[in-house]
């Protein structure tokens, strides 16, 4: 069973910076897809970025491309989030998600996750 726990979530202003991260245990996830969603007040949860099987490719939404890295350390069972330039936009509860069996193609589809962390917040203020 994967246990997934995340940290590094807080009060950022706009246009500052927030690494999160991801710490996971119950084997190996060095095989793995990696991800990040999200999912602010009233909204649906959305897809942020991930890393396909191991981090051979990774995949972004477009409002986070060139803002958002997302990365791993196999070493540690960790994946983390950078994320620079936040805007308002970003504001919201952040989830870390992994899944052995992934498709490509449901890289972006949550419903297709089935290991999630509790959760971490990211406010974002003027």
């Known amino acids: 069973q994967v246990h997934l726990v995340e940290s590094g979530g807080g009060l950022v202003q706009t246009g500052g910076s927030l690494r999160l991260s991801c710490a996971a245990s119950?084997?190996?996830?060095?095989?793995?897809?990696m991800a990040w969603f999200r999912q602010a007040a009233g909204k649906e949860r959305e897809f942020v970025a991930a890393l396909w099987r191991g981090g051979s490719s990774a995949y972004y939404r477009d409002s986070v491309r060139g803002r958002f890295t997302i990365s791993e350390d196999n070493a540690k069972n960790e994946v983390y989030l950078h994320m620079n330039s936040l805007e308002h936009e970003d504001a919201a509860v952040y989830y870390c998600t992994t899944d052995q069996r992934l498709m490509l193609g449901d890289v972006r589809r949550h419903s297709a996750y089935n290991y999630w962390g509790q959760g971490t917040q990211v406010t974002v203020s003027s």
């Open positions: 119950g084997g190996s996830l060095s095989r793995n897809t």
